[in-house]
T-cell receptor, first 116, second 114 residues
């Protein structure tokens, strides 16, 4: 079974430039998460989708970050314009069911962003 | 809100036993996860506790006390490959019943020395 796929693995951009990350979750997983992980810290939730609906985006900096999950499968996370503080690893994860019996999260390898 | 605390770093010797503690404060507690993350790699699932007690899985065990807001991950017969970060994560039910959210602690970086 294929895991969560993310691209690109690495991205280096100059500040004020736009950047986009793509995630393909495990087939059949309804719930999709975007996390941001700074060096030496734990992942912080940016947004959570149930199918195509964003059910928790309270931690997403909406002035520069946007996300979408068209057709409830693949998702993209965009930053425009990027700032120096956005340098981090952006992790996508999926899980099969939401609700009281939600299971473990399956993570992709992440997209490492460096903003110069 | 939620607050999850775990030590930043720990060092242990190959073949030994190490215990990584995690304390949490949350409303609507609905389970605690431990993940392992090697440098530059994705977190991978280790264990899950929702009821009090010890869950054992090979060399790894995880304990939960809901009344104390406390969990630990126990690693036995340490191997060099166990050098990694160990993330404690708490699942809680959302106030609007829109599902569950998983919040991670800062992680504990474990270094296993020969």
């Amino acid at each position: 079974e294929a895991g969560v796929v993310q691209s690109p693995r690495y991205k280096i951009i100059e500040k004020k430039q736009p950047v986009a990350f793509w995630c393909n979750p495990i087939s059949g997983h309804n719930t999709l998460y975007w996390y941001r992980q700074n060096l030496g810290q734990g992942p912080e939730l940016l947004i959570r989708y149930e199918n195509e609906e964003a059910v928790d985006d309270s931690q997403l900096p909406k002035d520069r970050f946007s996300a979408e999950r068209l057709k409830g499968v693949d998702s993209t996370l965009k930053i425009q314009p990027a700032e120096l503080g956005d340098s981090a690893v952006y992790l996508c994860a999926s899980s099969p069911v939401s609700g009281p019996n939600t299971g473990e999260l399956f993570f992709g390898e992440g997209s490492r962003l460096t903003v110069l | 809100g939620q607050n999850i605390d775990q030590p930043t770093e720990m060092t242990a010797t190959e073949g030994a036993i190490v215990q990584i503690n995690c304390t949490y404060q949350t409303s609507g507690f609905n389970g605690l996860f431990w993940y392992q993350q090697h440098a530059g790699e994705a977190p991978t699932f280790l264990s899950y506790n929702v009821l009090d007690g010890l869950e054992e899985k090979g060399r790894f065990s995880s304990f939960l006390s809901r009344s104390k807001g406390y969990s630990y991950l126990l690693l036995k017969e340490l191997q060099m490959k166990d050098s990694a970060s160990y993330l404690c994560a708490v699942r809680s039910t959302m106030n609007n019943n829109a599902g569950n959210m998983l919040t991670f602690g800062g992680g504990t970086r474990l270094m296993v020395k020969p």
